[in-house]
């Protein structure tokens, strides 16, 4: 079984940056991608970026690209989503994820950390 903690949210302007971290502990060589996932109060989540622990390739959201970055650190078991260009329209919280393999669902998730974005 994995762990995520997520952390780095918090309050900042539009067109501000911030830095989030998601640290992974217990079965982490079962992982096969990390995802960070979003979700706004009255939406429904959303995905904004997924790096394979395996390789480092990433995709992202389309509402995301260009302006957030999802890179890996497979030492220290973690993974970020450095976030530029931040908008009101980004609020939300952000949810670490993890999965085995390509073929399952995202199944292990962290608690969140909130992200606010005032204009």
């Known amino acids: 079984q994995v762990q995520l903690v997520e952390s780095g949210g918090g309050l900042v302007q539009a067109g501000g940056s911030l830095r989030l971290s998601c640290a992974a502990s217990g079965r982490t060589l079962s992982t096969y991608s990390m995802a960070w996932f979003r979700q706004a109060p009255g939406k429904e989540r959303e995905f904004v970026a997924r790096?394979?622990?395996?390789?480092?390739?990433?995709y992202y959201g389309d509402s995301v690209k260009g302006r957030f970055t999802i890179s890996g650190d497979n030492a220290k078991n973690a993974i970020y989503l450095q976030m530029n260009s931040l908008k009101p329209e980004d609020t939300a919280l952000y949810y670490c994820?993890?999965?085995?393999?390509?073929?399952?669902?995202?199944?292990?998730w962290g608690r969140g950390t909130q992200v606010t974005v005032f204009s």
């Open positions: 994820a993890a999965r085995r393999s390509a073929a399952s669902e995202y199944d292990t």
């Open positions: 790096i394979r622990w395996v390789g480092g390739s990433t």
